[in-house]
């Protein structure tokens, strides 16, 4: 059982940068994947970014390759995603999940732990 706690979400003008934080309970952190996803107003929950444990090979989508960076510390327990050159459509909750061991998954149902969110709203 893990528990995740996200943070640094906030109001940014487009252009800008963010800095998200997620960090886990419990002392197996480094054997999760651990993941990002977000959720706009009246749409699905869907796939940012994924990180797996131990070599921590990343994987990022489309829509944020090239302007989102996830890493991990997992001596910190700790994931981060680095949001660069916002735009408005970034607005949305934003989720940090977990799935035990090497998860290749991008879909919602491919992970089992999941965090209350934080907001990220971007103006234009």
């Known amino acids: 059982q893990v528990q995740l706690v996200e943070s640094g979400g906030g109001l940014v003008q487009a252009g800008g940068s963010l800095t998200l934080s997620c960090v886990a309970s419990?002392?197996?952190?480094?054997?999760?994947?651990m993941a990002w996803f977000r959720q706009a107003p009246g749409k699905e929950r869907e796939f940012v970014a994924r990180i797996t444990r131990s070599i921590g090979t990343t994987y990022t989508a489309d829509s944020v390759k090239g302007r989102f960076t996830i890493s991990r510390d997992d001596a910190k327990n700790t994931i981060y995603l680095q949001m660069n050159s916002l735009k408005p459509e970034d607005t949305a909750v934003y989720y940090c999940?977990?799935?035990?061991?090497?998860?290749?998954?991008?879909?919602?149902?491919?992970?089992?732990?999941w965090g209350q969110g934080t907001q990220v709203t971007v103006s234009s």
């Open positions: 999940a977990a799935v035990r061991g090497l998860g290749l998954s991008t879909m919602v149902a491919g992970f089992d732990y």
């Open positions: 419990g002392r197996t952190f480094s054997t999760y994947t």
